[in-house]
């Protein structure tokens, strides 16, 4: 079982930088896929990025290459999301979630992921 505790969110301007982190406990991240989605009012949830080490692998969604990177610090046993140059249109409650399957490069959908996190708020004003 994986306990999932994200932190953070927050307010910032257009064009600022958040960085999100995640702290696993109950198994250690390396052994998991682990995966950053947002779900903003009215939005389905959608993946943003994942990493597996297993696999050697990450994944970002279009909308957030070049902007948003993923990693993860195994002694610390946390993933972080850094965000860069964020838009209004980033602005969503962030979730951190892990899966037992291998991640490739590719997307990943919510239903594959086991473990939950409660959210942070994200918000970017214009």
């Known amino acids: 079982q994986v306990q999932l505790m994200e932190s953070g969110g927050g307010s910032v301007q257009a064009g600022g930088s958040l960085r999100l982190s995640c702290a696993a406990s109950?198994?250690?991240?390396?052994?998991?896929?682990m995966g950053w989605f947002r779900q903003a009012p009215g939005k389905e949830r959608e993946e943003v990025a994942h990493?597996?080490?297993?696999?050697?692998?990450?994944y970002y969604a279009d909308s957030v290459k070049d902007r948003f990177t993923i990693s993860q610090d195994n002694v610390k046993n946390t993933v972080y999301l850094q965000m860069n140059r964020l838009e209004p249109d980033d602005i969503a409650m962030y979730y951190c979630a892990a899966a037992d399957i291998w991640c490739g490069p590719v997307a990943v959908p919510a239903g594959a992921f086991g473990y939950w996190g409660q959210g942070t708020q994200v918000t970017v004003s214009s």
């Open positions: 109950g198994s250690t991240i390396s052994r998991h896929c």
């Open positions: 990493i597996d080490s297993r696999a050697s692998s990450q």
